[in-house]
């Protein structure tokens, strides 16, 4: 079980979505860990940057914007600024889930501050970029080497539910039924 963990989305945005690998795949696990977020006492917080809005756009309207907590602006190709550290500090974060696009440039700069003070998980199937899968190993493998722990959105999610019994064990069943029909 990951204790106060934040999410982190990482620039899914109008113009920037159009060329990602997978993208679908992607945004579903991204709706998938903003749906069971507030079922899941230990994930306090979530916060989704936007790379130069002005010129690529607000978040894509696919993306559940519903529980996501704190949208902000960021000119540098890492999310970690001062207003993300003092979120982070305020609501004692100890445990990332990082996901967006993209892996070689903004995900992988986020990795390299973060680890400093944090531990980071990246779901492979909530992460991506315009690149082919290949090209995309040896970038999770470089994620891995900056330190991320490199799993999967369903693993992330399962890792928190406890018994069959609890009230989110049963909210995340009744939505892969909804995904699955």
Not at 18 to 32: F, P, R, S, W
Not at 43 to 54: A, Q, Y
């Amino acid at each position: 079980m990951f204790k106060n963990t934040a999410l982190l989305f990482c620039d899914i945005q109008k113009k920037t979505i159009k060329h990602l690998q997978y993208k679908d795949l992607v945004i579903n696990n991204i709706n998938k860990l903003l749906y069971i977020k507030p079922f899941l006492d230990n994930w306090k917080l979530s916060i989704k940057s936007e790379f130069i809005p002005n010129k690529l756009g607000n978040i894509d309207e696919k993306i559940n914007k519903c529980n996501i907590d704190f949208i902000y602006e960021k000119y540098t190709y890492s999310m970690y600024n001062n207003f993300l550290k003092n979120k982070l500090t305020e609501h004692k974060i100890n445990n990332i889930i990082l996901t967006g696009m993209e892996i070689q440039w903004c995900i992988n700069q986020t990795v390299y501050d973060l680890t400093k003070d944090f531990t980071v998980h990246i779901p492979v199937d909530a992460v991506g970029n315009s690149l082919n899968l290949s090209d995309n190993y040896y970038n999770l493998k470089n994620l891995e080497n900056n330190g991320a722990l490199l799993t999967t959105t369903d693993s992330i999610i399962c890792n928190n539910l406890n018994n069959a019994n609890e009230k989110s064990s049963k909210e995340y069943v009744n939505y892969l039924k909804k995904i699955f029909k």
